[in-house]
């Protein structure tokens, strides 16, 4: 393997995936592809499946693995996925994991590498209870641990910042449930497929953003 191009971020609510991710695809410069990022776009556009998400997302359960995939894949087959992407958030079961590798393997392709971000539970609380978003571009912040240099603005495409419904406490502790539930059978999954890289994401950004990088070239 040269570059692992095609990856997958495993971590709970509030690991900083979005946070890594962003800068990983930066790196690489593969595009950053994150399913609660395109659900919320097709909140703001008010679509069908935007309505049909929001009543899951608003109660910290999983929108339906049918629509997931289907949004999902079709956004991998758009021209600037092709060398590569950062997948962020998906899949989340073991039936969106399987059909990634399905519709990988029908063009002799494979998921590269899997970094999953571990996090203690209180701390995934705090950040998520201090998370701004950007209303433009989904960049995350935080309100003391990465403050955006004007209060409410984002850095990068001046957009507004805001907080998300689903980051308010109760919302948050059934997410972390469903994780639990759903999503961490995935860590076993991938570890089968060898391509597991376990990264201490309970340190400052830039330290996390180096272990990435270095767990994921071995
Ligand atoms: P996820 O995508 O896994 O839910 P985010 O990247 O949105 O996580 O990060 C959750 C919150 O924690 C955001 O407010 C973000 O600014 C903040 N954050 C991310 N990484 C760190 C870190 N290493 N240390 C402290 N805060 C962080
Ligand atoms: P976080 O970054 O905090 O983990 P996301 O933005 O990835 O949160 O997801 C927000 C919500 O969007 C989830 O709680 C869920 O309702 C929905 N969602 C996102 N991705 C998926 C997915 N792959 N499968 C099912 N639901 C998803
Ligand atoms: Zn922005």
Redesign the pocket.
Known sequence: MTVPVRVVFLG???AG??TQAKQLAEHFEVPHV????L??KHQVENTELGQL?KR??ER??????GV?ISM?LERLQEPDAANGYIL??????LE?ARALDKALAEHQRSIDRTPLLQVDTEELVRR?AGRWLCSKCQRPYHEVTAPPKEKGICDVCGGELMQRA??QPDVVRK?LQ?YEEQTAPLVGYYKEQGKLRTVNGDQAIEDVGRDLISAMME
Do not use: C
């Not at 994150?34 to 990022?37: L, N, R, T």
């Not at 910290?60 to 693995?65: F, S």
């Open positions: 709970p609510p509030g995936k979005g994150a399913s609660g990022d659900f919320r998400a899951y997302m910290g359960e999983l929108v339906p693995d997931t999902v962020d958030g998906f899949p989340r079961t969106q998520l689903d980051d997410r469903t």
